[in-house]
């Protein structure tokens, strides 16, 4: 095994050792195992490492956080079967591949990857109207208000993708530590950006 050179303009992905690790974890996270032959071929981040092992403390929290902010702005359940077990794939998908990404330095790895296609699926859907409660808005009930302001300039199609991925990235920022966070943003970011797109 040999470390690579991350100065380098290579790409991670074009290397068979990482290819394979990155193979062998589809669709999960790293195991304590495979960050050790990762940070041999790639000692120099050690850094994102701790910020994908932060990830993985807090994910179960944070994407059941995320849905229940989501379920509670948009009626999923009253038009569409087993929305929340899909809803909770879809964005530990997300995170999931986000974090890979952030470890393979290469956002247009996300995109290729994931991003496109999951698109492609989530807007052939039609997605409820967000629900009004007299007297109140949802957005006033939820931190991250701009959040639901945004949406609302979307179409309507765009809009609970958008609140939701959103969403993901501020609970994010919450508990991660800056450091981690900062790594990962860029990532969550792009997702936001494609998946909420025209």
């Not at 994910?59 to 038009?79: D, G, M, N, R, W």
Request: hydrophobic share 45%; charged share 20%.
């Amino acid at each position: 095994m040999t470390t690579l050179n991350t100065q380098t303009p290579a790409k991670l992905r074009d290397n068979p050792e990482i290819a394979k690790l990155f193979l062998a974890a589809e669709s999960r996270h790293f195991t304590d195992a495979e960050f050790q032959q990762y940070l041999a071929l790639v000692p120099d981040y050690a850094d994102r490492v701790a910020a994908a092992q932060e990830v993985i403390a807090a994910e179960l929290a944070t994407v059941t956080t995320t849905i229940k902010q989501v379920f509670f702005l948009y009626p999923f359940a009253k038009y569409h079967e087993f929305p929340k077990d899909k809803c909770v794939r879809d964005v530990s998908y997300v995170s999931v591949y986000a974090t890979h990404s952030m470890l393979m330095a290469e956002p247009d790895w996300f995109r290729d990857k994931l991003l496109i296609w999951l698109k492609t699926i989530l807007q052939a859907f039609s997605y409820p109207a967000r629900e009004e409660r007299p007297g109140v808005t949802p957005a006033q009930e939820l931190p991250y208000p701009e959040i639901t302001r945004h949406a609302d300039t979307l179409p309507k199609r765009q809009r609970a993708i958008y609140e939701t991925y959103a969403r993901l990235l501020m609970n994010y920022k919450q508990v991660l530590s800056p450091q981690a966070f900062a790594l990962l943003q860029p990532h969550l970011q792009l997702a936001v950006d494609i998946l909420a797109s025209e």
